[in-house]
Structures are given as C-alpha cells and as structure tokens.
Nanobody
Framework: QVQLVESGGGLVQAGGSLRLSCAAS????????MGWFRQAPGKEREFLAA????????YETDAVQGRFTISRDNAKSSLYLQMNSLKPEDTAVYYC????????????????????WGQGTQVTVSS
C-alpha cells in the first residue's frame, strides 16, 4: 500500500520558516523523482518544486525560488521542503507527490502527471 504522509505544517508569521516532511512507503521511493505542490482555497493545485531520484538535481518555480528548498533522504524514504521568508500568499495545503513515470524529468510538473499523492498539510502564514 502506497503512502505519502506529510507533516510539519502549521501557523507561522510572515517572514518565518517551516520545514515540511513527507514520509513515503509502499513503493520504490529511491527510484522516483519527487515533488511538492500546493493548493490555496479556490485555486488550482500549483507545482512548486521537484528533485531527482538521487537528489542531484532540483527545480523550483519562480514563485518560490530563493525561499523554498527541496531535499530528500533516501535512507529514510523522506522528502523535505524548507520554506523561509514565508508570505501570507504562501497560505495553502501542501502536498508531496510522485509522478506517473520514473522517467518523468525534474519539473515543471502538471498535477495530472502525478501517480501518488499525500493527504496534504496546512500551512497558514499570518500578516
């Protein structure tokens, strides 16, 4: 049974930091490039960042580049998103995801190209 379980969300003031984690099980985590998405109320799910299977390459969108950093620990089957300089517009539910194909290149990704999703973790940034 495939599971992606996010944690680390919460309420933080603008300018603050959070580190999200995603614990993976039930599939060959170290074979997959992995990514993070978010979805704010009333908006479409938005791709944020992706990282290669071995952590050697990463991609972040312009919206988060320089503030968010994606990383992974294959020994722990875990994916991370370090979020700094948070803004109120970063408020959303954050999801980790694995693509349909292990050959999916590192970002940008469309939500429809993902095979596995976590349940999401809420991040709220107050002004």
């Amino acid at each position: 049974q495939v599971q992606l379980v996010e944690s680390g969300g919460g309420l933080v003031q603008a300018g603050g930091s959070l580190r999200l984690s995603c614990a993976a099980s039930g599939f060959s985590f170290l074979s997959y490039n992995m990514g993070w998405f978010r979805q704010a109320p009333g908006k479409e799910r938005e791709f944020l960042a992706a990282i290669s299977f071995n952590g050697g390459r990463s991609y972040e969108t312009d919206a988060v580049q320089g503030r968010f950093t994606i990383s992974r620990d294959n020994a722990k089957s875990s994916l991370y998103l370090q979020m700094n300089s948070l803004k109120p517009e970063d408020t959303a539910v954050y999801y980790c995801a694995a693509p349909d194909s292990i050959f999916q290149d590192v970002g940008p990704w469309h939500p429809q190209a993902m095979r596995y999703w976590g349940q999401g973790t809420q991040v709220t940034v107050s002004s």
